[in-house]
C-alpha cells in the first residue's frame, strides 16, 4: 500500500499507542545469549503447600535474585507482569526480571526452546503449533487475555461515512476489510471467519487485507479499507479521531476467547524460579482485575500500565476496553480447540495438535494453593 506524507504522520501518532496482543507475526531480536540446548524432558510436578487466603509480606530476598528474561508486547494486557514487577511481588519471591518487546510469537519460538527465552506472553498461532508438532516442548502455562464479556477489546470497526450502510455482518459482501494475520492465521482471523460464515458469507465474498493494526486506522482515514478488526487501543483512537465507529464488539461473538497466553521454556519450566514467578504474575493480574472491575487503586495501576505499553495519553484509559485477564489463571480451551479446527481448515496445521501435550496448569495450580481462588 502506497502511503501518502500524511499517512505517515499518521502513522508516527499511532505508534504511540501501540498496544498489539501479539497476533502480529513476526517479533523484534532478542537479547543475544549463548544458546542452551534443549532438554526435552517433563517438568516435574512440585508439591503445592498449605492453601493460604493471601501470601504474607516477604522481606527482600538476600540471595542474589534469580533473573528471567521475558519477551512481552507491550500492551496493557501485559499488565500482570508490570504490576508485578512495580509493586515488587517478583522480588518478594527473588526474582529480577529482563523484558523485550516482541511484535508476535513466531520468532521468539526458536529463542524459548533454546533457554534465551525464559517466559513470553504470546499468541498460540499456527506457528507455535508447529513448532510443539516438531518436539519443541515449550508449554503454555496460563491466560495472558481473553475477550471478555462487555469489554469489547477487539472490534469490527466500519468507516464512519459508509457507517449506515452496513446494519448486519452479510452487509460487508463486496466490502474490503482489513485482518491482521488472515493469511497465517489468528485468533481474531479465526472468529472473523466464523462470523462470516454464520452470515452466510466466505472469504471469497469479501476481499481481505493482511494489515498491522496502526496500518489500519491509516487505511480507514484514507479510505483503501471499509472495514477493519481493529484493537485497542487503537480502535478509541480512530473512534476519537472520526475515521470509523464500533460496529460490534468480538466479545459479542465469541465471548472470553482465548487471544494470547503466558508460555515457558523448557529449561525454565524445570527450576524454582517457574513457580515463583506464577505466583508473582497472579498478584499482579489480581490487583489488575480488583482495580478495573472493584475500582479498588484503579488510579494508581494506571501509571503502572502507561509506562509498561508506552501509552502517552492518560486519557485513553478511561474510554478503551480492556483485554480480559484470568485472576486464576485459566485457559478457555474450548476456544482454543476452535482456533485450532480453523487452522487446519485453512490449511496452516496438517494436523491437529493434542492441547493436553500443549498446555501445563501446574505452576497455576501452584500459585492458587498459595493464594486460594480469587473472589468476585
Request: charged share 20%; net charge neutral.
Given at each position: ?5 500524511w ?15 501479539a ?5 523484534s ?13 517433563k517438568?516435574a ?13 516477604q ?13 512481552t ?10 504490576i ?46 508447529n ?9 503454555i502455562?496460563?491466560d ?6 462487555g ?9 464512519k ?6 446494519k ?8 474490503t476489510?482489513?485482518?491482521?494475520a ?8 479465526s ?7 454464520a ?19 491509516v ?6 479499507i471499509?472495514a ?18 464500533r ?8 465471548p472470553?476467547?482465548q487471544?494470547?497466553?503466558l ?7 524445570k ?18 482485575n ?8 484503579w ?6 500500565l ?6 502517552k ?8 476496553a480492556?483485554?480480559?485477564l ?24 496438517k494436523?491437529k ?19 486460594g481462588?480469587?473472589?468476585?
Amino acid at each position: 500500500m502506497k502511503i501518502s506524507e500524511w499517512c505517515k504522520d499518521q502513522v508516527q501518532i499511532l505508534l504511540a499507542a501501540i498496544v498489539s496482543i501479539a497476533v502480529i507475526v513476526g517479533c523484534s531480536q532478542p537479547p543475544a545469549s549463548t544458546p542452551t540446548p534443549v532438554d526435552s524432558s517433563k517438568p516435574a510436578a512440585q508439591k503445592p503447600v498449605a492453601q493460604e487466603s493471601k501470601p504474607a509480606a516477604q522481606p527482600k530476598p538476600t540471595a542474589a535474585p534469580a533473573t528471567v528474561v521475558v519477551a512481552t508486547s507491550a500492551a496493557v494486557s501485559d499488565a500482570g507482569i508490570a504490576i508485578a514487577e512495580a509493586r515488587g511481588y517478583l522480588e518478594q519471591e527473588g526474582i529480577k526480571v529482563e523484558k523485550f518487546v516482541v511484535k508476535g510469537g513466531v520468532d521468539v519460538i526458536g529463542s524459548m526452546a533454546t533457554g534465551e527465552v525464559d517466559v513470553a506472553g504470546i499468541a498460540a498461532t499456527p506457528g507455535f503449533y508447529n513448532a510443539t508438532m516438531r518436539d519443541v516442548p515449550i508449554k503454555i502455562v496460563a491466560d495472558k487475555s481473553h475477550l471478555a464479556p462487555g469489554q469489547p477489546f477487539m472490534s469490527l470497526m466500519v468507516r464512519k461515512d459508509i457507517a449506515g450502510d452496513i446494519k448486519e455482518v452479510r452487509d460487508l459482501k463486496g466490502k474490503t476489510v482489513a485482518v491482521n494475520a488472515i493469511e497465517t492465521g489468528s485468533a481474531g482471523s479465526s472468529i472473523f471467519l466464523r462470523v462470516l460464515k454464520a452470515a452466510g458469507l466466505s472469504l471469497s465474498d469479501i476481499k481481505t487485507v493482511d494489515l498491522a493494526f496502526p496500518e489500519m486506522n491509516v487505511a480507514m482515514g484514507n479510505k483503501s479499507i471499509d472495514a477493519a478488526v481493529q484493537i485497542e487501543p487503537l480502535a478509541t483512537v480512530g473512534i476519537n479521531q472520526g475515521i470509523f465507529v464500533r460496529w460490534k464488539g468480538f466479545d459479542e461473538f465469541s465471548p472470553n476467547h482465548q487471544i494470547s497466553g503466558l508460555f515457558y521454556s523448557p529449561k525454565f519450566a524445570k527450576t524454582e524460579a517457574a513457580n515463583k514467578f506464577m505466583l508473582a504474575y497472579l498478584r499482579g493480574v489480581r490487583d489488575f482485575n480488583d482495580g478495573l472491575n472493584k475500582k479498588k487503586g484503579w488510579n494508581e495501576i494506571v501509571p503502572i500500565l502507561q509506562e509498561s505499553a508506552a501509552i502517552k495519553d492518560s486519557a485513553l484509559f478511561d474510554k478503551m476496553a480492556y483485554a480480559g485477564l484470568n485472576p486464576d489463571g485459566q485457559l478457555n480451551i474450548e476456544s482454543m480447540n476452535e482456533d485450532l479446527k480453523s487452522y487446519v481448515e485453512q490449511g496452516f496445521l496438517k494436523e491437529k495438535p493434542d492441547l493436553n501435550k500443549v498446555i501445563d496448569l501446574q505452576f497455576v495450580e501452584y500459585a492458587i494453593a498459595r493464594l486460594g481462588k480469587y473472589q468476585k
